[in-house]
């Protein structure tokens, strides 16, 4: 016969015990994120190796949150870029609902070291929802959450992201917004949970907004799927139907005029080019090896991806047969089948126009192929769909191992061997994809011309400062350099999504300003190491372009391979004589262009 007191006593100690596990599921997550990002903490002056210019970039948006707090700067597009027709930041990534909060750290400590906790946080904290979701609402075990959870944040796509996508690995927010809507149906609570949900959904539009896109649809999805496969929960429809449309309308309030500068302010495009389109999972890659993975390589991945942070599938194929055999196992669960259905939704999505299979083009067009040019959606980049598989095969390794604890409990004699079967046919899927450091590489130093303010006459009165090569999606050092003066220094172009506003280019987006004379010019020297002939027309552009862009000053870094052609050419074009100052080689144009 038990006793109040001794219930009380277990009740203690069963709390006690289950906030350890709770510590050092989340204590995994913080060493499992300082694993990944190990190179970049080991030495500060060091960068991602296989995507500078994204971490350029982001460096340049954390910068300009702060600048939005301690100057009081317009969110959502800015001038200090791509001067003078300045960049469109609800078009790009400008991680608002992150860099506002992160101000002291960027104002304190640098955008690098923001950017660098924004990173590993970001893992950390994506880890830490997830298991506190499927422990608490999902799952009820802590166990079978923390492997969920672990997966969830840490898988071969989200390490592959961790190459400079801060935004893409910070899905913290997507496990809430199941929790909240989950919680719609609650009744008498419609008000209070709509005005929560979409208030996480406001969040997360100013975090990430495609993964927020691919949060609808698979949350609408299962959604429906649940309510046609137990018909208990429609009960819970008016309840739900509110919440819902609460959530939307505070969602639609808030995000309204952000949305309205996205699509239709200063700097929108119609969408992604071609080329980007064009990016799609390899259906070889789902079974592949991740080249950041334990068992993979840059080699053996190469020819799967269109780059070292694209790798979205790469599962390895005994996972792909695990979660095949999970399904299975699971079948009489709606959850699971709407999981199943979901995922291969979302794979087939990935495959793009055209299916790719081991590097070769089949000629099978791919499902995408209808959908890619309507609105919203040919602003998706096709291969990230198969991003979404991540949580659900989280979600449903966790569900798997929930129902073999249940079994284990069942059948205590069978203990042993249940839990030893378990272990060994986990071991052999997920050991293989265990995560290893993302390779850095030693960032140049900032020349001193930026360091000290030596740039502050050359940008009085309005003018910018034009840098050699000018920035775009293979040179963004000098976003960088902006960054560290708190975007004091206003560039010339630059690296960003914008419209290409050439005649018939239907205003489709570039990952920089349209071409101008003197860009094009200066790109071909760093194609080629070699300065093209040069006509009167070509100086007479050159001074055209320079006005145009409010040129202060041209500086050149040195240290780059082309600096020698590129410095004959500047020369050339302007007849001014550079001097060398503070790192770098300076034209002052200032007599060119007022």
């Known amino acids: 016969m038990t006793t109040p007191e001794s219930d009380g006593g277990a009740d203690s100690v069963r709390r006690s015990r289950d906030a350890w596990v709770d510590a050092a599921a989340v204590l995994s997550f913080v060493l499992a994120a300082f694993w990944v990002t190990a190179r970049f903490w080991v030495d500060p002056a060091s960068g991602v190796r296989d995507n500078r210019t994204d971490q350029a970039q982001f460096e340049w948006m954390m910068a300009h949150g702060a600048r939005v707090v301690t100057e009081f700067a317009y969110p959502f597009t800015s001038d200090r870029m791509n001067v003078p027709d300045g960049v469109n930041l609800m078009a790009n990534t400008s991680v608002l609902s992150v860099s ?32 506190f979701v499927l422990s608490r609402v999902l799952i009820g075990s802590r166990g079978p959450a923390w492997l969920g959870a672990g997966f969830c944040a840490f898988a071969p796509a989200m390490v592959s992201h961790a190459n400079a996508h801060p935004n893409i690995v910070s899905q913290f927010v997507v496990p809430l917004l199941v929790w909240r809507t989950l919680r719609l149906a609650e009744p008498g609570r419609w008000l209070r949970n709509g005005i929560l949900l979409g208030l996480l959904v406001v969040w997360q539009a100013f975090l990430n907004l495609e993964i927020l896109l691919m949060t609808a649809i698979g949350l609408a999805v299962m959604v429906v799927v649940l309510a046609l496969a137990r018909p208990e929960l429609r009960r819970g429809v008016r309840p739900f139907a509110a919440g819902l449309g609460v959530a939307a309308g505070v969602a639609g309030v808030l995000l309204a005029y952000p949305l309205w500068v996205q699509f239709f302010g200063p700097g929108a495009y119609q969408g992604l080019s071609p080329l980007i389109r064009g990016y799609r999972t390899d259906l070889a890659s789902f079974v592949a090896w991740s080249r950041e993975s334990l068992a993979g390589d840059a080699r053996g991945s190469a020819w799967l991806a269109k780059n070292a942070t694209e790798e979205n599938g790469f599962f390895g194929w005994p996972l792909v047969v695990l979660v095949i055999a999970l399904v299975w196992w699971l079948r009489r669960s709606a959850v699971v089948l709407g999981l199943a259905a979901l995922g291969v939704l979302f794979g087939l999505f990935s495959l793009g126009r055209e299916i790719v299979y081991d590097g070769r083009e089949t000629g099978i067009p791919g499902p995408w192929a209808p959908l890619e040019n309507l609105p919203i959606l040919h602003s998706v980049v096709p291969t990230r769909w198969s991003l979404a598989l991540t949580p659900i095969i989280g979600v449903l390794l966790a569900l798997g191992a929930e129902r073999m604890r249940l079994l284990v409990r069942r059948h205590p004699e069978a203990r042993r061997q249940l839990r030893f079967g378990t272990a060994t046919v986990l071991t052999m899927a997920l050991l293989p994809l265990l995560p290893t450091p993302l390779p850095a590489v030693r960032l140049d130093p900032t020349p001193g011309f930026v360091t000290s303010g030596a740039w502050r006459p050359y940008v009085a009165g309005g003018h910018s400062i034009v840098t050699l090569p000018l920035p775009d999606t293979t040179y963004a050092d000098p976003l960088r350099w902006s960054a560290e003066t708190r975007l004091g220094m206003p560039l010339a172009r630059g690296y960003f999504l914008g419209p290409d506003t050439r005649p018939g280019a239907h205003r489709v987006a570039l990952f920089t300003a349209p071409p101008r004379p003197t860009s094009t010019f200066f790109g071909t020297i760093r194609k080629t190491d070699a300065v093209p002939p040069i006509t009167p027309a070509d100086r007479v552009a050159a001074v055209d372009d320079l006005r145009y862009w409010r040129a202060g000053a041209v500086i050149l870094d040195p240290r780059l391979r082309q600096a020698g052609s590129m410095h004959r050419g500047m020369t050339a074009l302007t007849g001014i004589q550079p001097v060398f100052t503070g790192g770098v080689w300076l034209w002052d144009v200032r007599p060119l262009v007022d």
């Not at 960027?106 to 904290?125: C, E, S, Y």
């Open 100 to 131: 506002l909060p992160m101000t002291p750290i960027t104002v304190l400590l640098g955008p690098r070291t923001a950017f660098l906790v924004f990173l590993t946080a970001g893992m950390i904290a994506t880890g830490v929802a997830w298991y």
